[in-house]
């Protein structure tokens, strides 16, 4: 998943901590960079909890949890959230053939 500011994909990482930061943001899970981070004010436009307003919120499974207060919700999709992330089947395409390495690129 790339970083949702600048597109960054994130490396095979070290042992220990991730420095990328996980948000919610419109209703989907999304990744900050560590550059986005050090720039912008990268919790401005994630999705806040509607208990304790904190940005440290996870999405799985239909739910959103607050990572700082426990509250959780289920994720509102509407017909501009639902669906599947534009270019999804191009990024899957394109991993599967560096891995196996059999797969043409489309034209």
């Given amino acids: 998943m790339p970083c949702y500011r600048c597109g960054a994909r994130q490396t ?8 990328w930061k996980r948000g919610v943001r419109a209703e989907s899970q999304v ?4 550059d986005c981070q050090r720039v912008h004010d ?3 436009d ?3 909890c509607e208990a304790c307003d904190s940005a440290t919120l996870v999405c ?4 959103i ?18 669906g599947v992330a534009p270019g999804l089947a191009e990024e899957v395409e394109a991993a599967l053939s560096r ?3 059999r ?5």
């Avoid at 700082?68 to 999709?77: A, K, L």
């Avoid at 797969?103 to 034209?107: D, F, K, N, T």
């Fill in 99 to 101: 891995v196996l390495g």
């Fill in 31 to 34: 990744l900050v960079c560590p």
């Fill in 65 to 82: 949890e607050c990572r700082d207060c426990g509250h959780v919700r289920p994720v509102r999709r509407d017909q501009e959230t639902a």
């Fill in 46 to 48: 994630l999705d806040r």
């Fill in 60 to 63: 799985r499974l239909g739910e």
């Fill in 42 to 44: 990268w919790t401005a």
């Fill in 12 to 19: 095979d990482p070290a042992r220990g901590a991730s420095p």
């Fill in 103 to 107: 797969l043409a690129p489309r034209p």
